[in-house]
């Protein structure tokens, strides 16, 4: 574990509506070796490598959020582990954990996840979120574009395998993997694993309509709870997620519904994107550029840009998923970090 940091501002952060922040997600990169039909279109345009913050500068940001009363950092993109070299800031944020952090984790679409997963315990990561929109190999091609479930599938046994908390995220599509819910659910007990459903989100111009695909997480919840006996967990994470034990197992059931229930009033997060803007709010275009303070004015201007992007967090997403709607916000979920 490393020597703590030095607080560089003398409370923890605090937003304007009195959110504490404590929780920082980093888009390492925008690029992904898949082409998930809700998230991005298939000709997608990445951001060219110069424009991308440095590893060290991840780093180094990460670090003042650190100072500043962060304790939990997820690593997400686009897709983490296509960059390369991910590993060592991997290493270099793990050193904080059990110290300025309380927790480093990975959200990943697990295609490269059972060569990494060892590297990711060994640096201190003890949960990752995999992302399992079907276990039938063709509904899971076509939803992705160019995914093979077999690989995602192994890399989730490998990350067991080494020790590391797997919940898979499955984002409910209509008429596309609406019949797999409850199966993925009882797979999910099957194999000790956590299972979170995700409402579409209007980020970012698709190929398609997201209405076409909208499910809304109500109807599903009714039916999950005529089939599980489902208990309510009460604890919250403040983040989007309301959780339900499976009665009798190890397995918890999120339920992300930006949709169809707001959960703006408990939000402890924000999210730096792989360009160094810090963004308050998915669904909101206000931001801060953390690359420019840093290049600019070193870590004093840092800090000073980082209070004025805390300061200027949204009090909530306006998201609606409606027929022939241009997304709420231009950004696509990958360059945020989902
Ligand atoms: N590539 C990694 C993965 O797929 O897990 C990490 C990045 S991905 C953007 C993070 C999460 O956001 C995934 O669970 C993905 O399914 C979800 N996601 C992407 N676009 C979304 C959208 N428009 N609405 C809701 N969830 C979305
Ligand atoms: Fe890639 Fe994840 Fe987006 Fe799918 S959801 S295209 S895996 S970033």
């Known amino acids: 574990m490393m020597a703590p940091l030095s607080p560089s501002v003398a409370a923890p952060l605090v937003d304007g509506f009195g959110r504490a ?5 980093i888009s390492v990169t925008d690029r992904c070796d898949l082409r998930c039909r809700y998230c991005m279109a298939e000709e997608m345009t990445f951001l060219p490598r110069e424009k991308l913050l440095a590893l060290e500068e991840i780093a180094i940001i990460a670090e003042r959020f650190m100072a500043m009363g962060v304790r939990k950092i997820r690593l997400s993109g686009g897709e983490p582990l296509v960059r390369r070299d991910v590993i060592d800031l991997v290493r270099r944020l793990g050193r904080h954990v059990g110290g300025d952090l309380d927790e480093l984790t990975m959200t990943t679409n697990g295609m490269r996840l059972a060569q990494h997963a060892e590297a990711l315990f060994d640096a201190g990561v003890r949960r990752v979120n995999v992302s399992l929109d079907s276990r039938d190999p063709d509904t899971f091609r076509h939803i992705t574009r160019h995914g093979d479930v077999t690989q995602v599938l192994s890399g989730i046994a490998a990350a067991q395998a080494v020790g590391l908390t797997v919940k898979v995220n499955m984002v409910a599509l209509n008429g596309l993997n609406d019949h797999e819910i409850a199966p993925m659910l009882a797979w ?14 209007p980020m970012g111009a698709i190929d398609e309509d997201r209405a076409d695909r909208f499910l809304p997480l109500t109807a599903v919840f009714d039916e999950l709870s005529a089939a599980f006996a489902l208990e309510r967990e009460t604890t919250g994470t403040g983040g989007p997620a309301r959780y339900w034990r499976v009665a009798g197992t190890g397995t918890k059931l999120g339920l992300i519904s930006p949709l169809t229930a707001n959960f703006c009033d408990g939000c402890n997060r924000v999210r730096l994107t792989t ?5 308050g709010c998915l669904g909101h275009d206000d931001q801060v550029d953390l690359k420019a303070a840093l290049r600019d004015g070193g870590l004093p201007a840092l800090d000073e840009t980082i ?19 241009a997304p709420a916000v231009a950004r696509h979920m990958s360059v945020t970090g989902g």
């Open 21 to 25: 922040i404590r929780y920082l997600r």
């Open 188 to 201: 999910c007990v099957d194999q000790g694993l956590d299972l979170t459903l995700i409402e579409t989100m």
């Open 275 to 279: 360009e160094g803007k810090l963004y």
């Open 307 to 325: 209070l004025a992007g805390i300061a200027s967090k949204p009090r909530r997403h306006d998201f609606s998923v409606e027929r022939g709607a």
